[in-house]
Structures are given as C-alpha cells and as structure tokens.
Antibody, heavy 114, light 112 residues
Framework: VQLRQSGPGLVKPSGTLSLTCAVSDGSVISNNLWTWVRQAPGKGLEWIGE???????SYNPSLRRRVTISMDKSNNRFSVTLTSVTAADTAVYYC????????WGQGTLVTVSS | DIVMTQSPDSLAVALGERATINCKSS????????????LAWYQQKVGQTPKLIMY???TRESGVPDRFSGSGSGTEFTLTISSLQPEDVATYYCQQYYTSATFGQGTTVEIK
C-alpha cells in the first residue's frame, strides 16, 4: 500500500486544517483502519484518530471537539479536518494504514501562523 | 485513556552492547479472547517517518534484524537491542492499540 498526502502547509490561526491521503496499491474499503498521527516539532507522536469504511470514526479525546476524519470511497482516499487551529497544532501530520501503522504517508508539515 | 510511559527518556550505549527500553501501560493491553498484547514498537530516525519494528509485543516486522526483540505482557514491556549498531541510533516509541491508540513519549538511543 502506498499513501500520498496532500494539503496546505500553512494555515492561519482560528482557521481549518485539511489534509488528504490518497491510497494506491490498496483500497480504502478493505478491512483496514486508516489513521492520522501528528508530531509537533521536537516532540513525540500523537494519535489523532482513525476510520474504517464500515464503522464510525474514532478520535483522540483531546481533539474530539475539533477533528473529523472522513473517507472518499470513489476516489480511494481519506481526509482529516481540524478546526479552530492554534500554534499548538503546528506539527508534521502523517496518514497511515492500520492501528499499528505498517504503512505511512510521507508526512506534511503544517504550520499555523498568520 | 491508556497512558503509556517509557523509560528512560534517553540512553547511550556502546557499539555492540545491549540497549533496553521499557514501556509501561496504565492498564493491561492483553486481550484475553486472543491472548495477544496490543503493543507495538516504532523506530524513528532523525528526519524520517516512523517505522513499525514490532507488533503483538514480540513479533518482529518483516526485514527487522533479529537483534531487536520485544517482551512483556499485560502492562509492562521491553524492547531490547542485543548488540547496538550505528544504524540503530533513533528514537523508539511504544504504542498501545488495545483501545484506540496512544504512544509513549519516546526513548532516544545514541552511541556512547
């Protein structure tokens, strides 16, 4: 499975962060969880949430009020949206396959700044 | 939430010596119905994407050298590098995937 991320690298404070992960050599409607993880500069890994094509998405409780993970089955991709961003949301965002992530996207550095 | 705590935060080991990283979960990640520990280990080298090296606490991912081993059950786990090599310099993270997922804070391994 290959994962290719896309989306803006700069978001204004109070704005919305949106990233997409395109899946190739595999299908988002396979029996897999599709995951988002982030890593603030110099910090550790933080699980954002996951989605399965047959189940509701689940989220990190600390982000639940601001985050949505969705799936676009027709285009074989999934996305993350994070609202009301602040500088604390500046991080490298990764998409991945599985809850124990065997396959990772290339990572996208998203900077929250005006 | 299950909290994962690693120790130490960093360690320096001579080449060829053993490196041991500990990981403790705030509740058991052993699922009784399949007798599996939902615990993974990742290696992240500077500037690179994390790489899964161990899952089910003690199953090495394909291609991972056998100097890496995982052990433990329930709430206490260990990642051991039996003979440290230069390419093993990295930060290592444990992760529980029993309930959603959470990561430990990471342990940085360097050469003494």
């Amino acid at each position: 499975v290959q994962l290719r991320q896309s989306g803006p690298g700069l978001v204004k404070p109070s704005g919305t962060l949106s990233l997409t992960c395109a899946v190739s050599d595999g299908s988002v409607i396979s029996n897999n969880l599709w995951t988002w993880v982030r890593q603030a500069p110099g910090k550790g890994l933080e699980w954002i949430g996951e989605i399965h094509h047959n189940k509701s998405a689940s989220y990190n409780p600390s982000l639940r009020r601001r985050v949505t993970i969705s799936m676009d089955k027709s285009n074989n991709r999934f996305s993350v949206t994070l609202t009301s961003v602040t500088a604390a949301d500046t991080a490298v965002y990764y998409c991945g396959r599985g809850r124990a992530l065997r396959d990772w996207g290339q990572g996208t550095l998203v900077t929250v700044s005006s | 939430d299950i909290v994962m705590t690693q120790s130490p935060d960093s360690l320096a080991v001579a080449l060829g010596e053993r490196a041991t990283i500990n990981c403790k979960s705030s509740q058991s990640v052993l699922y009784n119905s399949d007798n599996r520990n939902y615990l993974a280990w990742y290696q992240q080298k500077v500037g690179q994407t994390p790489k899964l090296i161990m899952y089910w606490a003690s199953t090495r991912e394909s291609g991972v050298p056998d100097r890496f081993s995982g052990s433990g059950s329930g709430t206490e786990f260990t990642l051991t590098i039996s003979s440290l090599q230069p390419e093993d310099v990295a930060t290592y993270y444990c992760q529980q995937y029993y309930t959603s997922a959470t990561f430990g804070q990471g342990t940085t391994v360097e050469i003494k």
